[in-house]
């Protein structure tokens, strides 16, 4: 039962550039979050997805940043005009989720985007 | 506004000796609580979790207390391995956040290094 992939797992982008990344969560699992980690800080929530829904977005910063997660193929978080302050590891993780009761949630490897 | 803390950047400990991380939470409305142990270039592994029902968890060398009116916790590990060496993260959920998102609201982490 292969876990949460990521790809790429790096990522370089010049200023004002798009980038996308992928994630395919664990065999059996439709929630899928995204949280992000700057240098020497914790991971930081930023969305919720369901297939073919948003759940929670309230992390995501308001401009540049979007996610979806379609019924078909992988979740993609994808950033548009990308600064140098979104050089950041980010990580995806996914539960089975039953609303009402904690479900732990497994991480990918993560993408490390560097903008240039 | 940081909801849980680690206020240990580092740790070093002798081989065969017990280490002891710690964590502070402010949010009284967080239920759940688990450690994720996170190896450079990869995503966090869980660990070991506790619900706020419990004032301890053990698994093997793992054992975490969960201190519900000092809002701490700790993970303790007895006898600690070299291979234990990684960084470690504190993580809370909170049941009445974004409905059933559970999403993770994690610590900045501790570096442990075990000396053999």
């Known amino acids: 039962n292969a876990g949460v992939m990521q790809n790429p797992r790096h990522l370089v982008r010049r200023r004002g550039q798009e980038a996308r990344l992928r994630c395919s969560p664990m065999k059996g699992h439709s929630h899928v979050y995204w949280y992000r980690q700057l240098p020497e800080e914790g991971l930081k929530f930023m969305v919720y997805?369901?297939?073919?829904?948003?759940?929670?977005e309230s992390g995501m910063p308001k401009e540049r940043f979007s996610a979806e997660f379609p019924k078909e193929g992988p979740s993609i978080l994808r950033i548009q005009q990308v600064v140098r302050g979104d050089s950041a590891a980010y990580f995806c993780?996914?539960?089975?989720?039953?609303?009402?009761?904690?479900?732990?949630?497994?991480f990918g490897p993560g993408t490390r985007l560097t903008v240039l | 506004d940081q909801q849980v803390k680690q206020n240990s950047p580092s740790l070093s400990v002798q081989e065969g000796r017990i280490s002891i991380l710690n964590c502070d939470y402010t949010?009284?409305?967080?239920?759940?609580f688990l450690w994720y142990k996170k190896y450079p270039a990869e995503g966090p592994t869980f660990l070991i979790s506790?619900?706020?029902?419990?004032d301890k968890n053990e698994d093997g060398r793992f054992t975490v207390f969960l201190n519900k009116s000092a809002k701490h916790l700790s993970l303790h590990i007895v006898p600690s391995q070299p291979g234990d060496s990684a960084v470690y993260f504190c993580a809370a959920s909170d049941p009445f956040s974004s409905g059933s998102a559970r999403q993770l609201t994690f610590g900045s982490g501790t570096q442990l290094t075990v000396l053999p």
């Open positions: 506790i619900s706020s029902i419990k």
């Open positions: 949010n009284s409305m967080f239920d759940y």
């Open positions: 993780a996914s539960s089975p989720g039953t609303s009402g009761t904690y479900n732990e949630q497994f």
């Open positions: 997805l369901q297939k073919e829904n948003i759940i929670d």
